[in-house]
């Protein structure tokens, strides 16, 4: 059985950081992703990770602020979030994915439950 269990989320000030975890068990992927989705709002991309490749994609409003990664030993991909800003407040969603790191939510195959991210002017 599949699971993706995140953690990490709270409330930050702006300009604070936060770091993301998501343990993944069950089996293994090529790709992981961070989605995240806002009150009112669709769910939209963050970042994504190739497992094996080590290539990384980030949306345009989070790049040189975010960073992926992941740690095979603990089969575990992590969100390090900086310079936090009252726009990136969301839930956080991991995703696991059998191709590249790609963009589009509906290329995932596989969803954490969410993790809640605040981030206060």
């Known amino acids: 059985q599949v699971q993706l269990v995140e953690s990490g989320g709270g409330l930050e000030q702006a300009g604070g950081s936060l770091r993301l975890s998501c343990a993944v068990s069950?089996?293994?992927?090529?790709?992981m992703g961070w989605f995240r989705q806002a009150p009112g709002k669709e769910r939209e991309f963050v970042a994504a990770?190739?497992?094996?490749?080590?290539?990384?994609i980030y949306a345009d409003s989070v790049k040189g602020r975010f960073t992926i990664s992941r740690d095979s030993a603990k089969n575990t991909v992590y969100l390090q979030m900086n310079s936090l800003k009252p726009e990136d407040t969301a839930i956080y969603y991991c995703?696991?994915?059998?191709?590249?790191?790609?963009?589009?939510?509906?290329?995932?195959?596989?969803w954490g439950q969410g993790t809640q991210v605040t981030v206060s002017s």
């Open positions: 995703a696991a994915d059998r191709s590249r790191p790609r963009s589009g939510a509906s290329d995932y195959e596989y």
């Open positions: 069950g089996r293994t992927f090529y790709a």
């Open positions: 990770i190739g497992w094996t490749t080590y290539n990384t």
